[in-house]
Structures are given as structure tokens and as C-alpha cells.
């Protein structure tokens, strides 16, 4: 092969490969960066991240002014966030992060008077239906069957011959020997 061919071809090639880039740079323009650019279709598995408590809907009804501070923390839990600055207030803070959805994020705050509760106030909270409800939207699954049998499967169950059901017999093998002698744990040539 002689030397102009071979730089001939290189040339094209080059040529080629040029053309190539500048059509897929033209590609940017009517699509989204996601659609062209191939690293963006592969994304990292990102974890559910969760924090905080979650203070449901029947939790907050529960709570009545005068309530002592053991009562509200038996009702609600233990808050996030206490301050030494301010010894009367506590805040309840709950935060949920998935992959592919909105951020939810919701807060109670909890006033006190003289070790009694005085006022809550916050986000309006969910039932606890309702957050359950939120929390897998990714895949919906059919109908969940029934795991019962019927009165009518149980009799045609009962109305089938014995010998189909039966199981056939567990035979145990025969108990080994004990070992009357073991081998040495090192060689006795050392």
C-alpha cells in the first residue's frame, strides 16, 4: 500500500469522524440535554433519605393545652430540635427524599408555659393513611388476591381420594459410627 492511499484514506476518515461530531453537536439543539448526551441516561441509585419524626394527623388532635411535657413527648415522641435559648419551644421536623419525586417536608412546632403546653403550630399534617399512601408511587401493583379459600374450594378439597394427598414415607438414614480413633492434628516429623 503506498503512501498517498494510506494518507488518503486517513484524510477521509478524519473528514468523516468530523462530520460525525459536528452532526451530533446539531443534535443539542432540538432535544434536551438528558435525551442526547449518553451519561445522562444511566443515573445512580440514589437511597430514600429520612428525617426527623413524623407527626401524623391523629397525633396533633391528641394534643390539648395544659399537657405536661411528658405527656406532649408520650404523644409525639421525642422532638428534633431542642434549644437551650429557648427551653419552651420544641420543633418536631420531618424531611423525605426519593429519587424521582418531590422533597416532602413538614414541621410542628410545640410552645410551653411554665412546663405546660401552651399552643402548637405548623403544617397542616397528614393522617397516617394518607402518608402511607404517599410513600410508594413508583409501582403500582394489581389487585392483592384473596388468600382465603372458599367454602366451596374447602369441600372439593375434602371430596378429593386420600391416596392423591398422601405423602410418601420419610425414610432416616442409619446413624454413623462413632469414630473409635482420629488422625494426629500434626505430623510427627517436625
Not at 133 to 162: C, F, H, I, N, W
Not at 171 to 179: G, H, K, N, R, V
Request: hydrophobic letters at 40%.
Amino acid at each position: 500500500m503506498s503512501a498517498k492511499y494510506r494518507y488518503g484514506i486517513q484524510t477521509a476518515l478524519t473528514v468523516l469522524a468530523c462530520v460525525g461530531l459536528a452532526a451530533c453537536g446539531s443534535m443539542k439543539s432540538g432535544l434536551s440535554e438528558s435525551k442526547v448526551n449518553p451519561v445522562n441516561w444511566i443515573t445512580p441509585y440514589k437511597i430514600d433519605i429520612v428525617q426527623g419524626n413524623f407527626v401524623s394527623k391523629e397525633q396533633v388532635e391528641l394534643l390539648k393545652p395544659g399537657m405536661g411535657r411528658a405527656q406532649v413527648r408520650e404523644v409525639l415522641g421525642t422532638p428534633l430540635l431542642t434549644s437551650v435559648f429557648h427551653a419552651d419551644r420544641w420543633d418536631y421536623v420531618f424531611t423525605f427524599r426519593r429519587q424521582g419525586a418531590e422533597p416532602q417536608s413538614l414541621k410542628l412546632t410545640v410552645f410551653f408555659k411554665n412546663d405546660a403546653l401552651e399552643r402548637f403550630e405548623g403544617d397542616t399534617m397528614p393522617s397516617e393513611t394518607e402518608f402511607v399512601s404517599k410513600l410508594d408511587t413508583r409501582r403500582k401493583l394489581g389487585k392483592v388476591p384473596v388468600l382465603e379459600l372458599t367454602d366451596e374450594q374447602l369441600k372439593a378439597m375434602e371430596k378429593k381420594p386420600a391416596s392423591s394427598t398422601a405423602a410418601a414415607p420419610v425414610t432416616t438414614p442409619a446413624p454413623l459410627a462413632p469414630a473409635t480413633s482420629y488422625p494426629p492434628l500434626e505430623s510427627a516429623s517436625k
